[in-house]
């Protein structure tokens, strides 16, 4: 079955600085991978998504991912972070039927000035 | 704004009783999905419904059901509610019908059961 591991709960992190939250995923068929942020007191956004092609994704708000087949990983960067980063970001990746999205844990990123 | 609008945003209501949210997709989308966000259970997928149809089954509890009506929009049925059935529930709205269409997500409606 697919899955995703989010490694990390909460990832604090000073302001201007980079960061990387890690996200692993357990798939049996073509690779699918999104990665969506949820700010405080909304409904989730989608951050960037990787169908196909190349292994580098941008997505908005400065962030990339960067999909690696052999690490089974996808994980998320920014150069440099702003206090407005701060919110929830989750991976996710479809089931097998591609019926649903199966979401991470989530990670908390905590950006402090 | 995801385009996708959910209500209430806000529900309290006692053990045992029946709610309703609903959710109305962005124009165009064809699939509405349920989900439910909670500090020990996470981000769960609900349900499913692509054009009016049922597509989908998650962690869905017998006590809940849901519809897609012709317009598009969504209600899902709560019923004989338990204090752990407190969480976010958001709907989201895709074109196609497979998880791999990009979702949008409503804002949620924040149900607090006492």
New interface residues.
């Given amino acids: 079955a697919q899955s995703v591991t989010q490694l990390d709960s909460q990832v604090p992190v000073f302001e201007e600085a980079p960061v990387e939250l890690r996200c692993n995923y357990s798939s049996s068929v073509s690779v699918?991978l999104?990665w969506?942020v949820q700010y405080p007191n909304?409904?989730?956004?989608?951050l960037l998504?990787y169908?196909s092609g190349s292994t580098l994704v941008k997505g908005i708000n400065g962030f990339e991912a960067e999909f690696n087949k052999s690490q089974t990983s996808f994980h998320l960067r920014k150069p440099s972070v702003h206090i407005s980063d701060t919110a929830e970001y989750?991976c996710a990746v479809?089931?097998t039927?591609?019926?649903?999205?199966?979401?991470g844990?989530?990670t908390r990123l905590l950006v402090s000035p | 704004d995801s385009g996708v609008t959910q209500t209430p945003k806000h529900l309290i209501t006692a053990t045992g009783q029946r709610v309703t949210l609903r959710c109305s997709p962005r124009s165009g989308d064809l699939s509405v999905y349920w989900y439910q966000q909670s500090l020990d259970q996470g981000l769960q997928f609900l349900i499913q419904y692509y054009n009016g149809e049922e597509r989908a089954k998650g962690n869905i509890l017998e006590r809940f059901s849901a519809q897609q009506f012709p317009d598009l929009h969504s209600e899902l049925n709560l019923s004989s509610l338990e204090l752990g059935d407190s969480a976010l529930y958001f709907c989201a709205s895709s074109l196609g019908r497979g998880a791999y269409n990009e979702q949008f997500f409503g804002p949620g409606t924040r149900l607090t059961v006492l």
């Avoid at chain 1, 909304?42 to 989608?46: C, D, E, V």
């Avoid at chain 1, 039927?97 to 979401?103: C, D, N, R, T």
């Fill in positions: 699918y999104f969506y909304q409904g989730l956004q989608l998504k169908l989750f479809p089931n039927g591609f019926q649903k999205l199966v979401f844990t989530g």
